[in-house]
């Protein structure tokens, strides 16, 4: 039983994240699901849990904050709570977030 308060958008989208830090560390990640307050990401290597992380698409970026990381295969599941994203701002972001996740997310499983 899922007992999650949000809803969570699965997708299955590449992009770049960022560990934040001196120095920063680029890799490829596999955004697995997102929701209001979080994303789910497969990455190749592990993270410290409480590690500030970006991860960027196209002209967009948003920050977060490892909560918990997972051994899963060959891959390490890490789960991001959401600071700020450049394309959400202020008092619009709740309104428009789970709108602007079901697009992002159907767009990055369509590609």
């Given at each position: 039983?899922?007992?999650?308060?949000?809803?969570?958008?699965?997708?299955?989208?590449?992009?770049?994240?960022?560990?934040?830090?001196?120095?920063?560390?680029?890799?490829?990640?596999?955004?697995?699901?997102?929701?209001h307050s979080g994303?789910?990401?497969?990455?190749?290597?592990?993270?410290?849990?409480?590690?500030?992380?970006?991860?960027?698409?196209?002209?967009?970026?948003?920050?977060?904050?490892?909560?918990?990381?997972?051994?899963?295969?060959?891959?390490?599941?890490?789960?991001?709570?959401?600071?700020t994203c450049s394309?959400?701002r202020g008092a619009?972001?709740?309104?428009?977030?789970?709108?602007?996740?079901?697009?992002?997310?159907?767009?990055?499983?369509?590609?």
């Amino acid at each position: 039983m899922n007992s999650r308060d949000e809803h969570r958008y699965d997708t299955n989208k590449r992009l770049t994240l960022t560990i934040l830090g001196n120095p920063d560390r680029r890799m490829l990640c596999r955004v697995v699901n997102v929701s209001h307050s979080g994303m789910r990401v497969a990455i190749d290597r592990p993270v410290p849990a409480g590690a500030a992380v970006r991860v960027e698409w196209a002209r967009h970026f948003l920050v977060g904050k490892t909560r918990h990381v997972s051994r899963k295969g060959p891959e390490y599941l890490v789960g991001l709570q959401l600071l700020t994203c450049s394309s959400w701002r202020g008092a619009a972001r709740a309104a428009f977030l789970p709108l602007k996740l079901r697009e992002l997310a159907a767009r990055w499983t369509a590609a």
